[in-house]
């Protein structure tokens, strides 16, 4: 199978240079059930082969074992990729199933510090911070961020899930060159604010989820055709009445399909795709997957164009998406706009 060459971006004004599509590796040991080691390996090689540089991670995905799993390919191709892990999440040691938000400085230093040996690097290309503890002022975990940049163990910063004022007053302490939040033809709650303000910035757009955590490639109906410890099962979208009807809302996600002779992934990521041009900034999903096959299928679809008759048949879906993202949107940007 041939595959045309694929695009890249930069991740804000001075940012690494990527393909316009990255890689969410947090599947690969956590958060959607069992999983083969060597067939995602084989995800990581084939993705790089078709162009895809941009490789996110964090340390909560499985308390470290995705940054773990991810070191021996990091050292076969460090010079061609780029490697993006998160703080934030913390796992009390008496509590191993909980995460408690951290965002003041000596864990942020203790958090780098572990990601940095995990991953076996000696930098970060790009450093997150995960979620937003709203205790502790932005400015002052940024400026600890910043810190890290000058002292050589992190390249650049990038926020996840805050609002258009936390990026702003992130952005005067220490240029930020991409911010990551949930965006699909599911989740379009960013582009009321957070989109706007990061395109005035010069910000990148990294949009996790883009596949609505699979549900938009149809490979599930309801939470309760997926494998015990998969944690969509707890997620509002997926059970319910609200399973049934979001299932519905498909039907011009197919028709698009079927006119282009494409999956249902591949509309769906070619419509996040299009949102760079729609919104005047750099987009970068990361779509996530275990299998070489679903990455070339998903690099194809950065080359598919809808058109504006097609987008307006996929433009209403988000109105109409029953539930939420998750159970508790109060740490999300959604939940602090």
């Not at 379009?188 to 757009?205: F, S, T, Y």
């Amino acid at each position: 199978m041939t595959h045309a060459p694929l695009p890249t971006a930069r991740l804000g004004a001075h940012g690494p240079e990527v393909g316009v599509q990255g890689l969410g590796c947090m599947g690969m040991s956590f958060g959607y059930g069992p999983s083969d080691a060597r067939e995602s390996r084989a995800t990581l090689e084939r993705a790089l082969e078709l162009g895809v540089t941009l490789y996110d991670t964090a340390d909560a995905y499985g308390a470290g074992d995705n940054e773990r799993f991810l070191a021996p390919f990091l050292a076969a191709h460090r010079d061609e990729l780029v490697i993006a892990t998160k703080f934030a999440l913390s796992i009390p040691p008496d509590r191993p199933t909980e995460r408690v938000i951290r965002n003041d400085p000596p864990y942020i230093r203790q958090a780098v510090e572990a990601s940095l040996k995990r991953l076996e690097v000696d930098v970060i290309d790009l450093y997150y911070m995960h979620r937003r503890d709203v205790n502790v002022p932005i400015e002052e975990t940024v400026g600890v961020m910043a810190e890290l940049v000058r002292e050589g163990k992190v390249k650049h910063l990038g926020l996840s899930e805050v609002t258009a004022a936390e990026l702003r007053a992130a952005h005067a302490v220490h240029p930020i060159a991409a911010v990551q939040s949930e965006w699909s033809l599911f989740s379009r709650d960013i582009e009321a604010k957070v989109v706007p303000a990061a395109a005035e910035l010069g910000v990148a757009l990294v949009p996790y989820s883009p596949l609505g955590r699979g549900f938009l490639t149809g490979s599930f109906a309801r939470a309760e055709e997926l494998t015990e410890g998969d944690f969509r099962r707890q997620q509002p979208r997926f059970t319910g009445e609200n399973a049934a009807a979001n299932a519905a809302l498909l039907e011009p996600v197919r028709a698009v399909a079927d006119a282009h002779g494409a999956s249902l992934a591949q509309i769906a990521l070619a419509w996040v795709q299009q949102r760079a041009a729609v919104h005047g900034l750099p987009v970068i999903p990361i779509p996530g997957t275990r299998k070489p096959g679903r990455v070339e299928e998903n690099v194809t679809a950065a080359a598919i164009r809808l058109t504006e008759e097609e987008l307006g048949l996929l433009d209403p879906i988000a109105e109409q998406v029953a539930g939420g993202r998750y159970a508790d949107m109060t740490f999300t940007s959604a939940g602090r706009e």
